[in-house]
């Protein structure tokens, strides 16, 4: 938890001081603010549970397996240092729920809620009137809160761990108000979309 805790005063360190440059270089053409938020399916967690599951002998127990996934709401705020360079910081929110249905032992539920906070990088490398396309990638921490339930018995846990997203290919469409869809990998998800404001 200490360490969360600390990267989560790193990061907002970070954000202070992007708003702080900002303000020295309103009198350029180029730099500008961007405000985003968006929805993304197949996050790493939901493929990693689907991974496991695949590989996991129970012994002879055979046991169905089931996974929902809420799907990452994420939203974050960026600046542009460069023409084409960006950084800032993203917040993101994933539930998964898993239950293990067995024939000999007791049935497993777990609810799952991953809560995290990552710098930020995007390079556009491609420009036109109307829309853009961009790479990004980001790196911080997750919360991981935990319940399991097996049988009558509930236990609780909570820890943190890595997170990352890497977007090889984004595109982003219209102008002060747009849309964005992005393919990668990562907390975030595989395919995501949302919308941004610049100004």
Known sequence: MA???????????????????????????????????????LASP?????????WQVKGNDPYTYDIRASGTFFGGYQYDVKENIALGVFATHLLVTEKYDYTLEPDIRERTRFIGIMAHSKLTWHEE????????????????????????TVRNTRFNEFSLQFTPVGIRFGGMLGGFVEVGYGIQGIAKGGLSLQF
Not at 147 to 152: A, D, L, P, R, V
């Open 129 to 152: 009137p109307g829309f853009s396309f961009y790479t990004t990638f980001g790196i911080g921490r997750k919360l991981v809160l935990r319940e399991t339930f097996t049988g009558n």
């Open 46 to 54: 939901v493929l990693a549970s689907f991974f496991d599951d695949f």
């Open 3 to 41: 360490s969360y805790q600390n990267s989560l005063c790193s990061l907002t360190g970070a954000l202070v001081l992007l708003v702080g440059v900002s303000a020295r270089s309103e009198a350029q053409e180029f730099p500008k603010h961007e405000v985003s938020a968006g929805f993304g399916i």
